[in-house]
């Protein structure tokens, strides 16, 4: 073998390994992101507490999920579950402690877990071109050998052994 094509064999595995690693850490990185909660869940009754106790500055309502994100007066943010057709009477209660009101209106519907499966479907099939590559890299560095002399016979265990050649002479 040469020098050069070990040179361009050792790039392509290299190339490989750093997309394998690649592949690997954007998982664990996305993973990592959504672990981390935005807001706590809290029960309707220590709402009511927070609400009585004035420490509630803003308030939104997700009415098609009956959920009601709350931010505190000391910056912290909570999820309440609010019963439903209660909305109208715990926004009159808001605005009545001084905390501002909106209320979320239902957004289309985002499309991104299409975007997550061709993004895996192109990765898929980079791996696979670039193991295509290497293979059809690898078949070609593999040497064709031809023997101009018969393979000498194996000697069976089976029978006597053959006859030593008789002298020239």
Excluded: W
Aim: glycine share 6%; hydrophobic share 40%.
């Amino acid at each position: 073998m040469s020098k050069p094509r070990q040179a361009g064999c050792t790039a392509l595995k290299s190339g490989f390994l750093s997309l394998v690693l690649l592949t690997a850490a954007i998982p664990a990185g996305i993973a990592s992101s959504a672990a981390t909660p935005h807001s706590q869940r809290e029960s309707f009754q220590a709402f009511q507490a927070q609400l009585g106790g004035g420490r509630v500055h803003a308030a939104t309502f997700n009415k098609q999920a009956h959920t009601l994100h709350l931010t505190l007066d000391d910056g912290r943010h909570a999820l309440v579950s609010y019963p439903s057709r209660e909305e109208p009477r715990i926004a009159a209660q808001l605005r009545a402690h001084g905390a501002s009101v909106k209320v979320r209106q239902a957004q289309a519907k985002v499309v991104r877990h299409k975007l997550r499966y061709v993004s895996i479907a192109v990765l898929i099939l980079v791996i696979l071109f670039v193991a295509g590559v290497l293979q059809r890299d690898r078949r070609r560095r593999l040497p064709v050998e031809v023997d101009d002399e018969p393979a000498p016979r194996a000697r069976s265990a089976v029978g006597p052994p053959p006859p030593p050649p008789a002298p020239a002479g």
